[in-house]
């Protein structure tokens, strides 16, 4: 697997743990994109949410949004809210023929019952469709914090098994993990990983800047942990929840904790608040550091 399919970044050691980061938006997020362009580095990942209520040419037109802009698209395709093979096909063909989508983030997605003939990641990695129109490198979900379905040796079962597909499809795979509150898991988790002989690059997942109530409101939704402890190592009081807050903490503990035993990490930012306060908060961050 080489590196170099991920971004070109990674065949380097960061400069601070925020180098190299990678940014999530929705398909109404392309103006916001637009307006903050200049402030984000060239080539850097976009991740393309696969929303129920956002239509296939919204997100498409937002992947080659980020291309035009100078960045790396990489669309999220949801297998359960996939309709049918050739709702797949004509996705992946449009992606890669109006967006120059190189990489796609594959998840089963929250529907209990499919809405086709995909259930999982690996039904939508076994048709074949990604190596044969050229994608590069395909994301897949990380789940320190643990899986609502899924007991914790099941996770890392099945995370093994799809990376090994990925790669013997002649793709690199890349983890994208679920945002946290606190740094412990991700390197309890990251350290796993790696003496479990999965060597993939991991971006972590990090909260951008928001409101208190709008973080724990998507903890709640996404079945990340928000005790009072963890909510507390964040800098947030839970029974103080006006207000905003950012993932200093988060980060710096990051920062400080990370290590070569840990493996090749990027941060991956979802910004609840905002793309232009999430950009700008990367921004105080490097400087600072």
């Given at each position: 697997?080489?590196?170099?399919?991920?971004?070109?970044?990674?065949?380097?050691?960061?400069?601070?743990?925020?180098?190299?980061?990678?940014?999530e938006?929705?398909?109404r997020?392309?103006?916001?994109?637009?307006?903050?362009?200049?402030?984000?580095?060239?080539?850097?990942?976009?991740?393309?949410?696969?929303?129920?209520?956002?239509?296939m040419?919204?997100?498409?037109?937002?992947?080659?949004?980020?291309?035009?802009?100078?960045?790396?698209?990489?669309?999220?395709?949801?297998?359960?809210?996939?309709?049918?093979?050739?709702?797949?096909?004509?996705?992946?063909?449009?992606?890669?023929?109006?967006?120059?989508?190189?990489?796609?983030?594959?998840?089963?997605?929250?529907?209990?019952?499919?809405?086709?003939?995909?259930?999982?990641?690996?039904?939508?990695?076994?048709?074949?469709?990604?190596?044969?129109?050229?994608?590069?490198a395909?994301?897949i979900?990380?789940?320190?914090?643990?899986?609502?379905?899924?007991?914790?040796?099941?996770?890392?079962?099945?995370?093994?098994?799809?990376?090994?597909?990925?790669?013997?499809?002649?793709m690199?795979?890349?983890?994208?993990?679920?945002?946290?509150?606190?740094?412990?898991?991700?390197?309890?988790?990251?350290?796993?990983?790696?003496?479990?002989?999965?060597?993939?690059?991991?971006?972590?997942?990090?909260?951008?800047?928001?409101?208190i109530?709008?973080?724990?409101r998507?903890?709640?939704?996404?079945?990340?942990?928000?005790s009072?402890?963890?909510?507390?190592?964040?800098?947030?009081?839970?029974?103080?929840?006006?207000?905003?807050?950012?993932?200093?903490?988060?980060?710096?503990?990051?920062?400080?904790?990370?290590?070569?035993?840990?493996?090749?990490?990027?941060?991956?930012?979802?910004?609840?608040?905002?793309?232009?306060?999430?950009?700008?908060?990367?921004r105080?961050?490097?400087?600072?550091?």
């Amino acid at each position: 697997m080489s590196l170099h399919l991920i971004h070109p970044a990674w065949g380097r050691p960061p400069e601070t743990v925020t180098s190299g980061f990678s940014l999530e938006m929705t398909a109404r997020d392309a103006r916001a994109l637009r307006e903050v362009a200049g402030s984000v580095p060239p080539e850097t990942p976009i991740a393309i949410t696969f929303l129920p209520n956002e239509t296939m040419d919204a997100r498409i037109a937002s992947a080659a949004e980020a291309r035009a802009l100078g960045f790396e698209p990489m669309p999220h395709l949801s297998a359960r809210r996939i309709g049918s093979a050739e709702e797949l096909q004509t996705i992946v063909e449009r992606s890669v023929a109006e967006a120059g989508v190189r990489r796609m983030f594959l998840v089963a997605g929250d529907p209990p019952v499919p809405a086709g003939p995909y259930s999982d990641t690996m039904g939508l990695l076994k048709t074949g469709l990604f190596e044969r129109h050229g994608i590069r490198a395909i994301g897949i979900a990380g789940h320190p914090d643990g899986h609502p379905s899924m007991n914790a040796e099941e996770c890392w079962r099945f995370l093994k098994l799809k990376c090994a597909d990925i790669e013997s499809r002649g793709m690199a795979p890349l983890i994208v993990t679920q945002f946290g509150f606190d740094a412990t898991p991700f390197l309890v988790w990251l350290k796993e990983l790696r003496a479990r002989g999965i060597g993939a690059p991991v971006r972590i997942g990090v909260p951008g800047p928001a409101k208190i109530s709008t973080l724990l409101r998507f903890a709640a939704h996404c079945g990340v942990g928000a005790s009072a402890n963890v909510m507390a190592k964040y800098g947030v009081s839970l029974s103080r929840l006006l207000g905003s807050t950012g993932p200093d903490r988060l980060v710096a503990d990051l920062q400080r904790g990370l290590g070569p035993e840990h493996g090749p990490v990027r941060l991956h930012f979802y910004p609840f608040g905002g793309l232009e306060r999430t950009v700008e908060w990367i921004r105080a961050y490097s400087g600072a550091h």
